[in-house]
């Protein structure tokens, strides 16, 4: 229960930070993807069950309110989510450079994923300029607060989790 | 607790969620299922937060905006000032001026070009969270009298459209977005044309423009404006002049680029026009309405048309 309110919170907190806050810290129009931390976090703590769970949501918070097409972010999402959390039996706390590459991954992918199914199916096709203007980007923006964030999400996880096995 | 849990295999779940989030495009696909209900009560939840947050997040943004000095702020206060003078005085000949445009255009009957359209201001509150899109959230929604679909101005120039809205926020889409594109015409010679939002173009600070027939002759510099045949966005709207014109291939059409009228790098307050395209009333019943609504909106408009 405690890791689900945990989660709750998480979610809805880096959200208000990345819709309010880091688009004020934008560089070059390009800001971190703090959900797909988080989602990548949770994924790689726990296991996949909870990466595609919180991407779902994660994913499902853009679309409510953003998106255009609901389901969109929430299947990619999801999909990094559980994909993510396969690497979960490599996991162990002291490793961060094995979570921060996984987290990296992870933005690869979701951005790929975007766009094939929002640019290029409206036939935008230079990927190439996609590619090296946003997707590779947000990936290095995204791992540089990665670096600091999956600390902050890892001591609060573990926390909880220490918590509620001894109820 | 903990047998419960690992009873549910993760792989069950991950298909579960990824037939939903199918199934909810297919809907909204076909029968365009926006899911606008539960947007708006989320969206409804997030803004007052969204509000606060981007209180701060605007005090720290210009705090790293290292560029207003104190002393740089108190000399552009007294230019400011000095210029509300002016234009204050400026106002007031306008009006004359334009009272007397007015009667004559009564007299041609063109009247309905520029009604005086209801406004409402807005702040931003919050912006899309990927790099891939454009929208951003308003601070006033539904409760205000924002409808999905009223169009978005700020320094006189196009912003875009709104596209959701929920009780005390609305979302809306920029007319730099890559999916955005808008109907619009040459002033000098009202041919038609298609502006489209680009991602590739952002950077420069350009949009792209289609369908440019032979006979629209576009020369660098030329005003476009959101043209009569547009089901969304009303008439007579700024989007911004031409450049970079090139004759394609076929020496039938010409492609070129517009510069936006608006700086949206640096834009944190807009105006909501309350009139949608759909209920902007015919010729006949427009041009008494527009007489009678006749305010200050109009001016801004009407001077920015001169």
Redesign the interface.
Known sequence: MKKIISYILFILVLFLLQTCLFSHFALGGIQPNLLLIFTASAAIINGSLDGCTVGFCCGLLIDLTFGTQPGLMALGLCICGYLAGMTNRFFYKEDITFPILVIAGADLLLGLYIYIVSFLTRGRQHILFYLHRIILPEVVYTVIIAVFLYRIILFILVRMQKKGSER | MKNNRKR????C??VL??I??????A???AKG???SA??SI??MI?AP??NG??T???S??KA?DKRHSMAALESENEDLHNQIDMLNSRISSMEQNLNDYENLLKQVDLSEKYPGYDMTGARI?????????K?F?ISKGSLDGIKAGMNVIADNGLVGIV?KTSPSSS?V?SIID??SSVSAMITKNYTNCVVNGS??L??KNLLSVDMLTEDSDPVDGDEVVTSYISDKYLPGLLIGYISNVEQDKTDLTYTANVTPAVDFEHLSNVLVIKQLKSDLPDQGASASESESSADGTEQAQTADEE
């Open positions: 549910v295999r993760p792989k779940i991950f969620l990824v939903l989030c199918v199934l909810a495009i809907l909204s696909a299922f926006t899911g539960a947007g989320v969206n997030l937060m969204q947050i981007n701060i997040g605007n720290a943004g790293a509150i919050a912006k899309d969270p990927g790099n891939w899109y929208n959230t596209t979302i889409r890559d999916s991602l590739e952002k950077d």
